[in-house]
T-cell receptor
Framework: GEDVEQSLFLSVREGDSSVINCTYTDSSSTYLYWYKQEPGAGLQLLTYIFSNMDMKQDQRLTVLLNKKDKHLSLRIADTQTGDSAIYFCAESSINNAGNMLTFGGGTRLMVKP | DAGVTQSPTHLIKTRGQQVTLRCSPKSGHDTVSWYQQALGQGPQFIFQYYEEEERQRGNFPDRFSGHQFPNYSSELNVNALLLGDSALYLC?????????????FGSGTRLTVV
């Protein structure tokens, strides 16, 4: 079955880089996503990566994918207090019936001034 | 341009009751998915609707049912509520052709069963 694992908590100082890690088990996963959830809010899509890519960069965000180890990471450069939130990775295997996301349990990022 | 709109934002129900949650997708989106997020956990997929049909379903009992209307809006119905149904229910929408680009999520409906 599908399973997505994340560490529960990460604390960094403002201006440092944050690295949030995720492992997944479904070898047929073709797309992997990072979502951000702030208190009382829904999920905001930050970025996604195709399984045939190793890296994707989008401004302060860098996603690294190691397919062999089924490991995904999100690096946030120059972390700000506004980045404090819960970050979820999710995997998806699309088929003709649609697209179902399987989420990890989320990593709470706390940014200290 | 309004994003995904869910109503109500909060709801308190008694065990055994029935509840209906509503979702209006983002303009231009025709696919709606529902997720349940228990406190401290990641969202879990309930089902996905496209062209007014349930296309995929997660591991949820038949007490959970849904509907999609011709204007693409959707309802989630839960019968015979249990305490364990207390959660944040998230609606997400996307154009069917670009499901891979990820969904737009609403802010959710917080359901409390007492």
């Amino acid at each position: 079955g599908e399973d997505v694992e994340q560490s529960l908590f990460l604390s960094v100082r403002e201006g440092d880089s944050s690295v949030i890690n995720c492992t997944y088990t479904d070898s047929s996963s073709t797309y992997l996503y990072w979502y951000k959830q702030e208190p009382g809010a829904g999920l905001q899509l930050l970025t996604y990566i195709f399984s045939n890519m190793d890296m994707k960069q989008d401004q302060r965000l860098t996603v690294l994918l190691n397919k062999k180890d089924k490991h995904l990471s999100l690096r946030i450069a120059d972390t700000q207090t506004g980045d404090s939130a819960i970050y979820f990775c999710a995997e998806s295997s699309i088929n003709n019936a649609g697209n179902m996301l399987t989420f990890g349990g989320g990593t709470r990022l706390m940014v200290k001034p | 341009d309004a994003g995904v709109t869910q109503s109500p934002t909060h709801l308190i129900k008694t065990r055994g009751q029935q509840v209906t949650l509503r979702c209006s997708p983002k303009s231009g989106h025709d696919t709606v998915s529902w997720y349940q997020q228990a406190l401290g956990q990641g969202p879990q997929f309930i089902f996905q609707y496209y062209e007014e049909e349930e296309r995929q379903r997660g591991n949820f009992p038949d007490r959970f049912s849904g509907h999609q209307f011709p204007n693409y809006s959707s309802e989630l119905n839960v019968n015979a509520l249990l305490l364990g149904d207390s959660a944040l229910y998230l609606c997400a929408s996307s154009p069917w052709e670009v499901l891979l680009n990820g969904y737009t999520f609403g802010s959710g409906t917080r359901l409390t069963v007492v």
